[in-house]
């Protein structure tokens, strides 16, 4: 579905639930998720949701994941606080992956920092040039 | 490595052989690119590398991919033009996910359009937003 109206003219639609059976699950029924801060355009963190989750999302404006690790799904923010409010979902060309705009409340990553991605890579070395904005123990110590 | 290290702070490093030596690769040897637009951040597609396109990446200054269908080495443009310079690469908390921070030229989707993410979900639609920059049998029919 995807592949076949990619050249089709900006407007044109299908219907939500056509796209979702149309989106590339991978075996787990999964798909990766690329959330972005809508104003700023950080690239906060890397996820996935499986059919469940995206239907969540869109309909409660909260963003809603997968947890491959607890495998269920994951509420961004139930246990942390860090939400993430919806600003818009889309899907790539080929149907494989999610990037959703947001509202970040605090620290999107795990680490107290605003956003997972706190390893620079040069030639010689890999850095951190990022600090956390809160104490990871004050997230989910409680 | 970089689960033992999420607590360093900032200006700690490693020799980059170790970084990647660390970095979850999948069974296929790849790692998730994000591709992002340094200064406007916008998302502008999403791939995948192995350990000498990252290399390569880093070495060079131009974004190197690794192309699943094609299973070689993907130089970004280098039939279509549409090249990406290196502003920076950053691998998340988990090592298991890239963010290169880009210089694009033209269209990174291979649909002409500026970035992959033109399908935009809502509650009822999956709706076409974005329209190409280029025509895509400019980009490929020569």
């Known amino acids: ?11 044109f639609s299908v219907p939500l639930s ?3 059976d149309n989106l590339a699950f991978n075996d787990a029924g999964l798909v ?5 801060q809508h ?12 059919r469940a989750a995206i239907e969540e999302t869109l309909a409660t404006g909260q963003v809603c994941y997968y947890s491959r690790s607890r495998k269920t799904l ?16 889309r899907v790539d060309c080929d ?19 605003r956003d997972c991605f ?3 890579l040069d030639n010689d070395t890999a ?8 104490d990871p123990k004050d997230l989910y110590d409680h």
Do not use: Y
């Not at 990766?32 to 972005?36: G, W």
């Not at 149907?95 to 920092?113: F, I, P, Y």
């Open 18 to 20: 056509e796209a979702l």
């Open 95 to 113: 149907g494989d992956v999610l990037l959703a705009s947001v509202e970040q409340t605090g620290a999107a990553c795990h680490t107290g920092r």
């Open 74 to 89: 994951w509420r961004k923010g139930e246990s942390s606080g860090q939400t993430q409010t919806l600003k818009a979902l």
């Open 39 to 50: 104003d700023t355009g950080e690239v906060l963190m890397f996820a996935w949701m499986n």
């Open 118 to 120: 706190f390893w620079k």
């Open 32 to 36: 990766p998720v690329i959330a972005q």
């Open 127 to 134: 850095r951190i040039d990022k600090s956390p904005l809160v």
């Open 1 to 11: 579905m995807f592949k076949d109206n990619e050249q089709q003219p900006e407007g």
